[in-house]
Nanobody, 116 residues
Framework: QVQLVESGGGLVQAGGSLRLSCAAS????????IGWYRQAPGKQRELVAG???????NYADSVKGRFTISRDNAKSTVYLQMNSLKPEDTAVYYC??????????WGQGTQVTVSS
């Protein structure tokens, strides 16, 4: 069983920065994928950024060059550094982990609000 706890959301002005953290606990030593999704009101949940089993990273086109995902294996934590934030980045951000056995887990979500 895996537990994911996000933190770091909040209210920021356009052009500002935030860093999200997702601390994983439980059986985290076999990970196929860990990353961030977001869901804005009235929209589907979408992938923002992720790290695959070979430490390859991928980003949504809308955040490339502005967001950076990183991982601290010693702390079992994944981060999302978000710079040059835009109002359209406003959403609830969810941490997602998929184990090597393809079991999927979600965090509880953290709200990010970007004011214009």
């Amino acid at each position: 069983q895996v537990q994911l706890v996000e933190s770091g959301g909040g209210l920021v002005q356009a052009g500002g920065s935030l860093r999200l953290s997702c601390a994983a606990s439980g059986s985290t030593f076999r990970i196929n994928f860990i990353g961030w999704y977001r869901q804005a009101p009235g929209k589907q949940r979408e992938l923002v950024a992720g790290i695959g089993s070979g430490d390859s990273t991928n980003y949504a086109d809308s955040v490339k060059g502005r967001f950076t995902i990183s991982r601290d294996n010693a702390k079992s934590t994944v981060y999302l550094q978000m710079n040059s934030l835009k109002p359209e980045d406003t959403a609830v951000y969810y941490c997602r982990l998929i184990s090597r056995s393809m079991l999927g887990y979600w965090g509880q979500g953290t709200q990010v609000t970007v004011s214009s």
